[in-house]
């Protein structure tokens, strides 16, 4: 079965950058939307869902969580299932454990959509 696999994440200093790469194994029956997430450790022992941090349709749409928006940019490459993450202008409130996940049919603004693929995480920390 199709595996989500992501790279990237680390520590950097608050302004700094940051390139997340997510490759979705499926060629099978297709990829319609990827989508990064994140979560705190602190969120997650409280039971909050993950924060959908940016989304990747298929047909070229794309949303950004506010919180991110003008210095996260992601990227996609549809031959390779691919989403990028690039990270620029880096805050603390950035540190968080960061997901990848994949959908074969359905493009939703939430992390409580059962998602078809998820990948296993990559931590960014900003520091001050």
């Known amino acids: 079965q199709a595996q989500v696999v992501q790279s990237g994440g680390g520590s950097v200093q608050a302004g700094g950058s940051l390139r997340l790469s997510c490759v979705a194994n499926?060629?099978?029956?297709?990829?319609?939307?990827m989508a990064w997430f994140r979560q705190t450790p602190e969120k997650e022992l409280a039971g909050e869902d993950r924060e959908v941090v940016a989304r990747s349709d298929r047909d070229g749409s794309l949303r950004y969580a506010d919180s991110v928006k003008d210095r996260f940019t992601i990227s996609r490459d549809n031959a390779k299932n691919a989403l990028y993450l690039q990270m620029n202008s880096l805050k603390p409130e950035a540190t968080a454990m960061y997901y990848c996940?994949?959908?074969?049919?359905?493009?939703?603004?939430?992390?409580?959509?059962?998602?078809?693929?998820w990948g296993q995480g990559t931590q960014v920390t900003v520091y001050s």
């Open positions: 499926e060629y099978t029956h297709g990829i319609k939307c």
């Open positions: 996940a994949a959908d074969r049919t359905q493009c939703p603004w939430t992390a409580k959509y059962n998602w078809d693929y």
